[in-house]
């Protein structure tokens, strides 16, 4: 056990290394840095000053090992752009993008596993093909359009809601329908495929023949094995959101992690991009490793593994 | 945020129908101002972004020793009370008595004197170094008077003074630097800032000890508050929620759509940013077919601009004959060879010059997509296989630069500074983005750029203008414009140099 875990933090490290490599490489071919940095306008010696002041004349190699260096010693640097510690950035972007994923993933799980156990509870009826159409629609819907319709009805119509901002609860509540509903469709499916297998295992059918009451065979038996895959989908998805959120974020001006990354980006801000990146991928690493974790408590056979 | 836009703009469309009104009254009765802008400036400080949201910030937080009269273009003092040239590269400044800075800090010599000196040393890494790099030092003469020498003759230094050049309180900006002024901006300006939250909002308030001879007239309205919203249709649907009283570079068909929205005006305002089609004529060009001026001029003649800025450019806009914005001074197109829309012509002179075939050229551009896509129509309607090249613009100039680009939908805005050499010589005195290389052409610029009388520098400066139009060096297409939407009780005034005023802006 503790090998399979040593050997997992290393695939884990190797990978998050890899990610770091990648993002670092994809900035800089995506234009010259320096020239950014410096603007519309800028003549060649404010270029050539600007990449010598920022140490972007040295090899890519040199940086990226430079980088490294400050990184594993907990020295995230100084953002090219914000002109300030990125550490002290990513920290205060951080608490936004939490909060946001969080509460969109509590959010997706909350219609998509009624909806699952209401579909698998009567498959091939109506009612689940509503349920299935509304999974489709959530998948099907690009976020950034459904979050204008949401705006267009709740702070338009209805003035219910703040457009944009992150100064109170109800700035946090289109943003999470619109992140939320996105992922809700691929739970609400293994939900649904989880419960109409399990609900014909054997296990099950004695429960029934046993006299037992639908709910306890279907909440108590049923449900608890056919939401092991879910488990493991909302760590994964929980990291997506992290991630994910980046459109979101630019729409209703939440001031998060998937702002700072777009901004970053925009900006050939490559430090704050390394940071939010290598952070984004870390976190994603630890979720999975999470989720096998609470797979195997779930599931007594899995610890075998 | 081009990839949200047509989903946004069906979005937008509803938004337009379902609005029905936009309560601005909330803000008119607490005499606030709610302004959103979709880019963050890295640092408030103004010698330390270089983006649009910057300068306008730093024209309310802050004042120049010299002021620019919007309507007429008459320079005024602001924090300088008369200033004179004693030599080609000598500038003595008197200045203002009985100034104070937001904090309390009295303005005097020292003050002009740190900040000139400070922002024009490379080792300061101030990021906008084109607006001050013809410093060479300031220098206290008494209390109020200094000596600003220049490295060069550089007549356009007022033009500067009196934009982008801001002043510093000394004391405070020595002990904070550029990272203090960003997180607490003081200045001496119609308003001072109450709370700035990095990436968020910045939030002013009218600076009730605002000198009264200030050339900007003492500002109404009481707090202004700036958000940065970085999505143009969430600051649209803000703008019909009543959240945002005014915003900024709004889109023509999201504009054209917003006026039908009752409580909201539009307003269409000319900006001093020029388009035009470069072409590398000079030896080195990838497209040897540049070298022949009738194949530039075939170009000249084959765009309809007049077409152009009456379908995609919209209201406000002019058809342009020479690479400068009309107010700029020295800027004129008096006897500048016009090309008018022949599409005919464009053939002939094509077959003249052996082409009757046409010929490919890649044309690249970074901006305003639509207008390079309908530039490439026009192209092919007469023979040249234009094929379109849309970079981002540090690629693009990189190509141009480089010489991998012969031909470029460009655009120039000056910075707002209100001289021709803040345009044209930018791309015929040999330097980086000059594609030409005429050195008739750039002994006539260094001529305009070189003096301190307006009537030489004017006289150069249309000959030179002159030549480059009649040898077809490039394409003037037009000036662009921009729309401003807001809320219809307010009374406010658009510029040419995108600058709103929010300190002579009201509520009616």
Same mark, same amino acid.
């Given at each position: 056990?503790?090998?399979?875990?040593?050997?997992?933090? @290393?695939?884990? #490290?190797? %990978?998050? $290394?890899?990610?770091?490599? +990648? !993002?670092?490489?994809?900035?800089?071919?995506?234009?010259?840095?320096?020239?950014?940095?410096?603007?519309?306008?800028?003549r060649a010696e404010d270029i050539a000053f600007v990449r010598k002041a920022y140490g972007l004349d040295r090899p890519l190699v040199v940086q990226y090992a430079e980088w490294l260096s400050n990184t594993l010693r907990g020295d995230f640097?100084?953002?090219?752009?914000?002109?300030?510690?990125?550490?002290?950035?990513? @920290?205060?972007? #951080?608490? %936004?993008? $939490?909060?946001?994923?969080? +509460? !969109?993933?509590?959010?997706?799980?909350?219609?998509s596993l009624p909806l699952g156990i209401l579909a698998a509870l009567h498959p091939n009826t109506w009612i689940d093909r509503l349920c299935l159409a509304l999974a489709v629609l959530g998948q099907a819907l690009p976020n950034f359009f459904f979050a204008l319709c949401l705006i267009l009805l709740f702070s338009i119509t209805l003035r219910w809601l703040p457009v944009s901002g992150t100064g109170t609860w109800q700035h946090f509540v289109m943003p999470t329908l619109a992140l939320g509903y996105y992922v809700a469709p691929a739970f609400m499916r293994l939900v649904r495929a989880g419960m109409i297998e399990t609900l014909a295992a054997d296990y099950v059918r004695t429960a029934r023949a046993s006299g037992l009451s639908p709910a306890s065979v279907v909440f108590k038996h049923a449900l608890r094995n056919a939401l092991i895959p879910v488990v493991a989908l909302a760590a994964v998805q929980l990291g997506f959101l992290l991630g994910g959120s980046i459109v979101v974020e630019t729409i209703f001006a939440l001031d998060g992690l998937g702002y700072l990354a777009y901004q970053s980006i925009t900006y050939k801000d490559f430090p704050t991009t390394q940071a939010v990146v290598l952070l984004l991928s870390v976190v994603y690493i630890f979720l999975t490793l999470a989720a096998d974790l609470v797979n195997a408590w779930l599931d007594p056979r899995l610890r075998v593994a | 945020m081009s990839k949200f836009r047509p989903a946004g703009a069906a979005a937008l469309a509803l938004f337009a129908a379902f609005a029905?009104?936009?309560?601005?009254?909330?803000?008119?009765?607490?005499?606030?101002?709610?302004?959103?802008?979709?880019?963050?400036?890295?640092?408030?400080?103004?010698?330390?972004?270089?983006?649009?949201?910057?300068?306008?910030?730093?024209?309310?937080?802050?004042?120049?020793?010299?002021?620019?009269?919007?309507?007429?273009?008459?320079?005024?003092?602001?924090?300088?009370?008369?200033?004179?040239?004693?030599?080609?590269?000598?500038?003595?400044?008197?200045?203002?008595?009985?100034?104070?800075?937001?904090?309390?800090?009295?303005?005097?010599?020292?003050?002009?004197?740190?900040?000139?000196?400070?922002?024009?040393?490379?080792?300061?890494k101030s990021v906008t170094q084109q607006n001050v790099n013809w410093i060479a030092k300031a220098e206290k003469l008494?209390?109020?008077?200094?000596?600003?020498?220049?490295?060069?003759?550089f007549p356009a230094a007022i033009e500067y003074l009196a934009g982008p050049i801001a002043i510093h309180p000394n004391e405070y900006y020595t002990k904070v630097g550029p990272k203090g002024m960003n997180e607490k901006p003081v200045g001496t300006g119609p308003y001072r800032v109450v709370e700035h939250v990095p990436g968020k909002h910045l939030?002013?308030?009218?600076?009730?000890?605002?000198?009264?001879?200030?050339?900007?007239?003492?500002?109404?309205?009481?707090?202004?508050?700036?958000?940065?919203?970085?999505d143009r249709q969430t600051q649209v649907a803000e703008m019909l929620s009543g959240g945002l009283d005014f915003i900024m570079n709004v889109a023509?068909?999201?504009?054209?759509?917003?006026?039908?929205?009752?409580?909201?005006?539009?307003?269409?305002?000319?900006?001093?940013r020029i388009v035009f089609l470069q072409m590398a004529s000079s030896e080195k060009t990838p497209v040897a077919a540049f070298r022949d001026a009738r194949v530039r001029k075939a170009i000249n003649h084959a765009i309809d601009r007049q077409a152009m800025v009456k379908n995609l450019v919209g209201e406000g806009a002019r058809v342009l004959n020479t690479v400068c914005f009309p107010s700029q001074f020295g800027?004129?197109?008096?006897?500048?060879?016009?090309?008018?829309?022949?599409?005919?012509?464009?053939?002939?002179?094509?077959?003249?010059?052996?082409?009757?075939?046409?010929?490919?050229?890649d044309l690249y551009s970074y901006r305003e997509r639509n207008q390079a896509e309908a530039m490439v129509g026009y192209l092919r309607a007469v023979g040249i296989r234009a094929n379109l090249r849309f970079l981002q613009y540090a690629a693009f100039r990189d190509q141009l630069r480089g010489g991998t680009a012969a031909f470029a939908h460009q655009t120039w805005g000056s910075f707002s500074v209100n001289d021709v050499s803040a345009s044209t010589p930018v791309f015929f005195k040999f330097e980086d983005d000059d594609v030409t290389r005429d050195a008739e052409v750039r002994d006539l610029l260094e001529k305009?750029?070189?003096?301190?009388?307006?009537?030489?520098?004017?006289?150069?400066?249309?000959?030179?203008?002159?030549?480059?139009?009649?040898?077809?060096?490039?394409?003037?297409?037009?000036?662009?414009?921009?729309?401003?939407?807001m809320a219809n009780e307010l009374a406010f005034t658009a510029y040419p140099d995108e600058l709103p005023r929010f300190w002579e802006t009201r509520w009616k």
């Open positions: 056990m503790l090998g399979f875990a040593v050997r997992r933090i @290393a695939l884990a #490290l190797a %990978v998050a $290394l890899a990610v770091s490599a +990648a !993002s670092f490489i994809l900035l800089r071919l995506s234009g010259d840095v320096a020239t950014a940095i410096a603007g519309e306008g800028a640097g100084t953002s090219l752009y914000f002109k300030t510690e990125v550490i002290g950035l990513v @920290a205060d972007k #951080l608490p %936004v993008t $939490l909060v946001l994923g969080l +509460a !969109s993933i509590l959010f997706a799980l909350a219609v | 029905l009104s936009a309560p601005a009254e909330a803000a008119k009765r607490d005499n606030s101002l709610r302004f959103a802008y979709d880019q963050v400036p890295e640092n408030v400080d103004p010698y330390f972004n270089n983006v649009r949201i910057g300068v306008i910030i730093g024209q309310h937080v802050w004042d120049t020793l010299i002021y620019r009269d919007p309507k007429t273009n008459e320079y005024k003092g602001q924090l300088a009370t008369a200033w004179r040239w004693t030599n080609d590269k000598t500038l003595e400044v008197d200045l203002r008595q009985g100034i104070k800075f937001h904090n309390g800090e009295e303005f005097d010599a020292d003050d002009v004197v740190y900040t000139l000196n400070f922002v024009s040393d490379p080792a300061n008494e209390k109020y008077k200094v000596r600003i020498n220049l490295k060069r003759t939030r002013l308030e009218r600076n009730p000890d605002y000198f009264k001879a200030s050339p900007k007239p003492q500002p109404t309205i009481a707090k202004v508050d700036i958000r940065f919203i970085p023509p068909d999201q504009a054209a759509q917003m006026k039908a929205v009752p409580n909201l005006a539009v307003m269409s305002g000319e900006t001093m800027c004129t197109d008096e006897g500048a060879t016009v090309y008018p829309y022949d599409p005919a012509k464009a053939k002939s002179l094509l077959a003249e010059a052996g082409l009757a075939g046409g010929f490919d050229v305009g750029d070189g003096s301190v009388d307006p009537a030489a520098r004017k006289a150069a400066y249309r000959e030179a203008l002159a030549k480059i139009a009649e040898r077809a060096y490039t394409v003037p297409l037009y000036s662009l414009t921009t729309f401003y939407v």
